[in-house]
């Protein structure tokens, strides 16, 4: 085998690892070596060429979205994790932006299965947390109706904060890597808040995205609407591009969705008074994927533009009527001509 660096191994280990405790997520052999087959056929690269075994059962889509997770795990056949490690670093040798492409691919999967555990897990609520909230409606409605009505309504306020929650772990770090940069928290970043005088005071603005080597801090964003105003936060987004250029960085805002507001055209205009840039839309995707390379841009094409574009797409269409229904081993969610199972945990309340 060849020597392998420190640093390969060390993102190799990232790959495999999510969290710790009760809540880790830890990738199999099998998961891994799904995983670099899918990554493999993403980059039209051949398994042949680093004598990695084929798959013993073929991809069930050619669309990763589409692919059950229990497929990555039910590989009868695969390499040892030493050996799958050394595949990994040939697969590095021959391009290093594989190991950020192979990481970015693994966090997105363990953030998957994780929340299929939540989904499964998360307990339904009692009366403790929703009973005196029957106040506001008794009597309005069924009493029996009523209560069905606050579990639901609480069930999915929790799974979609936990939701939430995930996605802010996965989102911005993912689109910070594959513009070549990193988050960095308010507590590490060299870009400060002003006083009123506009002097640099001792705390720090968090960055999006930073690349400390072009001194550039990104904002990066779905999208700008007049809803940022009434959240109390628009004043902040305001003030960054010229935190920025007092730190000398040059701020650069990326709005995906192009939808036009005047919060969008305030904000555009404060980052280039600033000095900055401003990308919106497709000039946003195509400044990432330029900024990416050859290999990232294609996660961005794979994995996170298709579900965004698709979501964006659905959004002025009506909405359908989804029945729910709660048992003691599943919940399930239909509407005329789909169905989604989520198969509840022995643990779960």
């Not at 052999?29 to 398994?47: C, G, N």
């Not at 995205?209 to 801090?217: H, M, V, W």
Request: proline share 5%; hydrophobic share 40%.
């Amino acid at each position: 085998m060849m020597p392998i660096s420190t640093s390969v191994r060390r993102i190799f280990s990232q790959c495999r690892i999510l969290g710790s405790g009760s809540q880790r997520i830890t990738l199999n052999e099998s998961e891994i070596f799904s995983l670099l087959h899918v990554s493999l056929r993403d980059l039209a690269w051949r398994s042949e060429d680093f004598g990695f075994p084929n798959l013993p059962t073929q991809f069930p889509s050619m669309s990763y979205y589409q692919i059950p997770l229990d497929w990555f795990i039910a590989q009868k056949v695969f390499p040892s994790n030493s050996e799958l490690l050394n595949y990994f670093a040939q697969m590095v040798k021959n391009d290093p932006d594989f190991g950020l492409y192979f990481h970015n691919l693994c966090s997105l999967h363990k953030r998957r299965l994780k929340y299929q555990r939540i989904l499964s897990t998360q307990p339904k609520p009692n009366m403790d947390q929703i009973g005196p909230r029957s106040l506001l409606e008794y009597g309005i409605t069924d009493a029996k109706f009523l209560f069905s009505w606050m579990v639901w309504r609480k069930w999915i306020f929790d799974v979609d904060n936990r939701s939430a929650q995930e996605t802010g772990y996965l989102f911005e770090p993912v689109l910070a890597s594959c513009l070549g940069g990193e988050s960095i928290s308010a507590s590490k970043s060299p870009v400060k808040r002003l006083d009123e005088n506009g002097n640099p005071t001792n705390n720090g603005r968090q960055i999006d995205c930073y690349l400390g080597d072009s001194d550039l801090a990104y904002e990066l964003k779905l999208r700008v609407t007049i809803a940022a105003s009434g959240q109390g936060r628009f004043g902040e987004e305001m003030s960054f591009p010229l935190e920025c250029k007092a730190a000398k960085l040059t701020p650069i805002l990326l709005v995906l969705d192009p939808t036009p507001s005047a919060r969008l055209s305030e904000l555009s205009e404060a980052f280039i008074d600033s000095g900055g840039h401003v990308f919106i839309g497709d000039d946003a995707w195509n400044h990432m994927e330029q900024q990416a390379g050859a290999i990232m841009s294609v996660f961005l094409e794979k994995y996170i533009r298709p579900p965004l574009a698709s979501m964006s797409n659905l959004e002025e269409s009506a909405l359908e009527s989804i029945h729910l229904s709660w048992s003691q081993d599943s919940i399930l969610l239909k509407t005329s001509n789909a169905r989604y199972e989520i198969l509840r945990s022995e643990d779960a309340i």
